[in-house]
């Protein structure tokens, strides 16, 4: 995974300075197609209970394909909708597929034909506990290891904020230097690690790993562990 986590890294930093949304999503295509992934589609949250139509915001999705699902579905009942609120890590339309409570509902067969008849993932975007966007990753045959969702996951993160940015969000704030051990468990996060076992490498405790990764951040002005992964990778703070 060394090429992927080198093209992620590449790819963070190139979305961070992206001049148009249009120029955001060419990034996140390439970065994907490394992971055999050649099929996505983003949509705002909050507009999903006013139809998927309305809250897509960026994609493959052909209108076609999205007034049929808003005229067959309910989405705030759609299963990538629900599983996406009910947790922030993403899951696979496989594992969807076989859930007993999506029986013998229309929604694979409105499907794109990639993620019908691919995989994929849908991949939750939160932020102070809060589901801003979900994205949906799906190729014939893609990376589904866990390093590859950890890497889809801080791209749709920093795609987003960028994204939002440019829409008139608010600017990034001037960032306080981190400490060495705050650099330290964002790394270590960065690559796999949990907090026990980087507790263990740095000869801290569990809580202690936890109090530098909430004042990184603080300091870098994210609202989850993914965020500022995707932040800290994307301004170089840290190299994977």
Known sequence: MTDHYSGLCESLSRIGTASSSEAIWSIVRGFIA????????????????????????????SAD??????????????????????SSIPITVSHLRHDPEFADQPWIELLHDTVKYGEGLIVPVYRDHKLLAIFNFAGANPNLSAIARSALQVLAHAAFDRYV???GGTAPPVYRALTARETQCLRYIATGHEDVQISQMLGISPRTVRFHVDSAKAKLGAGSRVQVI??????HIIEV
């Open 65 to 86: 394909i999205l007034e049929s699902i808003d005229r067959a579905i309910v989405m705030e009942r759609h299963p990538f909708v629900l599983s996406a609120l009910r």
């Open 34 to 61: 490394s992971l055999g992934y050649s099929y996505f589609v983003a949509a705002d949250a909050a507009k999903v209970v006013g139809g998927v139509r309305e809250a897509t915001f960026c994609g493959d999705a």
């Open 230 to 235: 995707a932040k800290a990778l994307r301004d």
């Open 165 to 167: 940015e440019l829409c």
